[in-house]
């Protein structure tokens, strides 16, 4: 089996939604800051319900916000 790499546009996203705190965003879908800012550095992957919850703050789908790259 590949390995691949989850990247995600939460950052941009939040800049995007009126300049977005991290603890804005963490608030709104039920996590905490430290877990936005790991997800933005690229340090850890969501659980599904987690990436679904952050889609929904934006308004747009889970393939909006993560894409996932397969590894060679």
């Known amino acids: 089996m590949t390995e691949g790499v989850v990247r995600n546009r939460i950052r ?3 800049f995007d939604h009126d ?5 804005e965003l963490a608030e709104a879908a ?5 877990t936005i800012g790991a997800l933005e ?5 969501p659980s599904l319900a987690l990436a679904f919850r952050i889609a929904g703050v934006f308004g ?5 916000v993560f894409e996932f790259e397969a590894g060679g």
């Open 19 to 23: 300049e977005m705190t991290q603890q």
């Open 12 to 14: 941009r996203l939040r």
């Open 60 to 64: 747009v789908g889970v393939e909006d």
């Open 30 to 34: 039920g996590c905490t800051r430290q």
């Open 41 to 45: 550095q690229g340090g850890y992957v």
